[in-house]
């Protein structure tokens, strides 16, 4: 066991959580089911074992991750592209476990590969999950990962995601979250090369008491990076939603470029949505930017559609299924992301997905 402490919600990093109700001891370790699926090529660079890359905590969930992670590990040669998609999916039945999975992604020069990571749950499983991803792009490599929550509804998720590029990479990382009932993810990028960029895309719909929490980091520490983050969510019935983010440009990474956005819509007067977005640029000549909204959604669409003769219901649909379509049209175009449309088209009718 971790001799690390729990944190709280006094600490700026878990500001605005709902960390106080977790009783982390109450849960026994458990393991995930977890299928990769992936072409025969693909297999070959997929490895499993209990070694697990070096990592510095941040807090007892990654240092416990580290004591008991799951692991899957892919690396790719030098100048390999991997045509098709590597699809991991871990599921978790069992209630009264905690889980942790470890994905480790080492990209050698001028290599590309894509993998997704999908957790799913039964229903009534009150467990805890919680994965660490470790993304390395080398030189020149080309890097996409999608993370897909379809935890149920009584499960937690405490998640990290860090992703490291040097010279000329392209990092590209995506997370849609749909599931759960508390789903945590702290996303950070840094830029360790000249020319590296990295994308950071992300979708949330929350209803009921469900509650999705987002804490960012864009790094840029070398100069020409190149960073743009997208994060777009909704929140009805009495459910909530946080974001915060740090764009840091360090001293020497003059002429980077970063934005950042991150959009919200309340639908229901119960539920809440915070967004702190924060820049700390410690050089001259770069471009950076950050905006933020929350709020309903805007009436003149909204009214634009009824006197059409839309139905109110099917109006509001529209409306919100047309906010999302800038993120799900940058998702790569893979068979069953196609499908997600229509599960945040179900979210938004109050049937379960």
């Not at 476990?97 to 799913?120: C, G």
């Not at 743009?228 to 969510?233: A, I, T």
Request: one cysteine or more; aromatic letters at 6%.
């Amino acid at each position: 066991m971790s001799t690390l402490a729990l944190p709280t919600v006094d600490e700026e990093i878990w500001r605005y959580s709902r960390i106080g109700e977790l009783e982390l001891d109450s849960f026994k370790l458990g393991k995930l089911s977890t299928k990769v699926d992936a072409s025969s090529a693909a297999k070959q660079i997929i490895s499993s074992t209990t070694n697990v890359v070096s990592r510095t905590s941040t807090d007892i969930f990654e240092d416990l991750n580290g004591q008991h992670a799951q692991l899957t590990a892919i690396t790719t040669a030098k100048n390999q592209v991997v045509a098709e998609p590597i699809v991991i999916t871990h599921s978790l039945d069992e209630s009264g476990v905690v889980a942790y999975s470890r994905l480790v992604v080492e990209a050698n020069e001028n290599s590309e590969v894509t993998i997704v990571e999908r957790f799913v749950s039964s229903a009534d499983a009150k467990s805890l999950i919680v994965p660490v991803v470790d993304v390395r792009a080398a030189q020149s490599a080309r890097v996409t990962y999608v993370a897909i929550n379809e935890l149920g509804a009584a499960t937690w998720q405490i998640g990290y995601q860090q992703a490291v590029g040097q010279r000329d990479s392209t990092m590209q990382m995506f997370t849609v979250a749909l599931g759960g009932d508390y789903a945590r993810m702290r996303a950070e990028v840094r830029l360790e090369g000249q020319g590296a960029s990295a994308q950071q895309v992300a979708l949330y719909f929350a209803d009921e008491n469900q509650m999705h929490d987002f804490r960012t980091l864009q790094d840029h520490a070398a100069p020409r990076t190149h960073s743009n983050l997208l994060f777009k969510g909704a929140v009805k019935d009495t459910a909530k939603s946080v974001y915060t983010g740090l764009i840091r440009i360090r001293e020497n990474a003059t002429k980077s470029e970063a934005f950042q956005t991150n959009r919200n819509l309340t639908l229901s007067n119960g539920a809440w949505a915070e967004s702190v977005p924060n820049l700390e640029i410690e050089t001259n000549d770069v471009k950076c930017s950050h905006a933020s909204t929350v709020g309903p959604i805007d009436e003149e669409q909204r009214f634009y559609l009824e006197s059409r003769g839309i139905q109110p219901e099917i109006a509001e649909r529209l409306v919100v299924l047309g906010f999302f379509d800038e993120v799900l049209n940058r998702l790569p175009a893979l068979p069953f992301i196609a499908g997600l449309r229509e599960r945040v088209s179900t979210k938004l009718l109050g049937a379960k997905s």
